[in-house]
C-alpha cells in the first residue's frame, strides 16, 4: 500500500463548478500538506500548503486537513478552462522540499 | 518560468548505458532536490544537495549518483540504465534547507531508455 493515495481520474467538469480532489495517507507522522498543480509538459509548481490540521483559503482555492481522519482536500470554486492541469498532494514530515511524498496526482479538465 | 534550468529537455539512450542530467538552480539557491516522476510511481524524491554537501537521500538507485557542485549546478548520473529508468528527472530549488522553504521545480528531463 501506498504512503499517499489519490485518484488519478481523469475529472471532467464544466466551467464554473466547485472541484472537491482529495488524498489519503497512511504514516500519521506527516505534518505538512501541500498541493502542486502540473500543466502539460511543465513542472509541478506550489499551489498551497498546510500545517497541520485546519483549513486554508487562498483566492478561489481552499485546502483541508483532517489528521484524525488522515485525509487532506483541495477545493477549486468557480473553475475555469486554465485551471485544467494535473493536481498532485505532496506532505512531508519536515518543512521544506526534502522528503515530499507524493499522490498519483489527479488529472482534472475545466470544461467551458 | 520557475528559473530552474534543466538540460537537455529530451534524451533517448540504450539499456545499458550512462547518462548525465544537469540542473542549474534559481539564482542565490543553494538547496537542489532531484526527483523522479514515472506513470507506475508517480513523483519520487532521490535525492537532495544543499551547498555542495549531500543533505537528504530517498529512493535512490545504486546505480544513480548525483553531485553538486562550487558554482551550485548540480548533475544527476545514471548508469547501466534500463527500460524502467524511463521517466521524467525534475530538479527542483529553494533558498534554503529547513523550514520556509518553497522549492522550485524545472521542467524537467525526459529519458527513454530503449
Known amino acids: 500500500q501506498k504512503e499517499v493515495e489519490q485518484d488519478p481520474g481523469p475529472l471532467s467538469v464544466p466551467e464554473g463548478a466547485i472541484v472537491s480532489l482529495n488524498c489519503t495517507y497512511s504514516n500519521s507522522a506527516f505534518q505538512y500538506f501541500m498541493w502542486y498543480r502540473q500543466y502539460s509538459r511543465k513542472g509541478p509548481e506550489l499551489l498551497m500548503y498546510t500545517y497541520s490540521s485546519g483549513n486554508k483559503e487562498d483566492g478561489r482555492f481552499t485546502a483541508q486537513v483532517d489528521k484524525s481522519s488522515k485525509y487532506i482536500s483541495l477545493f477549486i470554486r468557480d473553475s475555469q478552462p486554465s485551471d485544467s492541469a494535473t493536481y498532485l498532494c505532496?506532505?512531508?514530515?519536515?518543512?521544506?522540499?526534502?522528503?515530499?511524498?507524493f499522490g498519483q496526482g489527479t488529472r482534472l479538465t475545466i470544461n467551458p | 518560468d520557475s528559473g530552474v534550468t534543466q538540460t537537455p529537455k529530451h534524451l533517448i539512450t540504450a539499456t545499458g548505458q550512462r547518462v548525465t542530467l544537469r540542473c542549474s538552480p534559481r539564482s542565490g539557491d543553494l538547496s537542489v532536490y532531484w526527483y523522479q516522476q514515472s506513470l507506475d510511481q508517480g513523483l519520487q524524491f532521490l535525492i537532495q544537495?544543499?551547498?555542495?554537501?549531500?543533505?537528504a537521500k530517498g529512493n535512490i538507485l545504486e546505480r544513480f549518483s548525483a553531485q553538486q557542485f562550487p558554482d551550485l549546478h548540480s548533475e544527476l548520473n545514471l548508469s547501466s540504465l534500463e527500460l524502467g529508468d524511463s521517466a521524467l528527472y525534475f530538479c527542483?530549488?529553494?533558498?534554503?534547507?529547513?523550514?520556509?522553504?518553497?522549492?522550485?521545480f524545472g521542467q524537467g528531463t525526459r529519458l527513454t531508455v530503449v
Open positions: 505532496a506532505m512531508s514530515r519536515i518543512q521544506g522540499a526534502q522528503k515530499l511524498v
Open positions: 527542483a530549488s529553494s533558498a534554503f534547507s529547513g523550514p520556509d522553504t518553497e522549492a522550485f
Open positions: 544537495y544543499y551547498n555542495g554537501e549531500e543533505r
